[in-house]
């Protein structure tokens, strides 16, 4: 089981998510977070005769975060994604949902981006592929899939990034700065 949550849109991913069904027998993908019906249908026309396996949560609704943090504990999650294809407002920008996908334990699979290649991959928490690449999609989460262990591994390292990556860190450094100031 792979997981997207956050708004799908064609620019986050939902037509490459989509397509992952196809990519590799009994994968399944839940994707939760406000979709349009007409991107639904997009979604589910690519997944095609493997449309079962593809689960699209809160199409033509917002969703909940209480009802999103339901799926980071789903029983056999593999990883959290985020296969974004090309586009400059995200190849620098760290995503909050990659926090709650190591926060959850759950190694990231994410798009090759400057930005992300030394947070994700660079730090053995998941692993960065070609999003214009299927086989290099396909090769990443088969090699999660045949090494659990290292899957896990790469989700503790997540989780413990997340734990010291939250405001309560951030706000003890801020403090230093303003007595430094002061």
């Not at 589910?44 to 943090?69: C, M, Q, T, W, Y």
């Not at 994700?120 to 989460?141: A, F, T, W």
């Amino acid at each position: 089981k792979l997981l997207y949550t956050g708004n799908i849109t064609i620019d986050r991913g939902a037509l490459i998510h989509a397509n992952l069904v196809n990519l590799i027998e009994n994968v399944e993908v839940y994707l939760v977070g406000r979709c349009t019906e007409d991107l639904a249908s997009k979604m589910i026309e690519i997944a095609g005769e493997n449309k079962d396996r593809l689960h699209i949560i809160g199409v033509g609704r917002f969703v909940p975060f209480e009802e999103i943090s339901s799926y980071y504990t789903m029983d056999g999650l593999l990883a959290g994604l985020a296969i974004f294809p090309h586009h400059p407002r995200y190849y620098n920008k760290e995503l909050t949902k990659m926090f709650e996908y190591m926060s959850a334990g759950l190694p990231v699979v994410c798009s090759n981006f400057p930005g992300w290649l030394d947070l994700i991959e660079g730090s053995d928490r998941g692993l960065c592929v070609d999003p214009l690449d299927p086989y290099s999609i396909k090769e990443s989460i088969l090699h999660l899939i045949n090494n659990p262990l290292k899957a896990k591994e790469m989700g503790k390292k997540g989780r413990i990034k997340a734990e010291v990556s939250n405001w309560e860190g951030e706000f003890a450094k801020l403090r230093l700065i303003y007595n430094k100031l002061i």
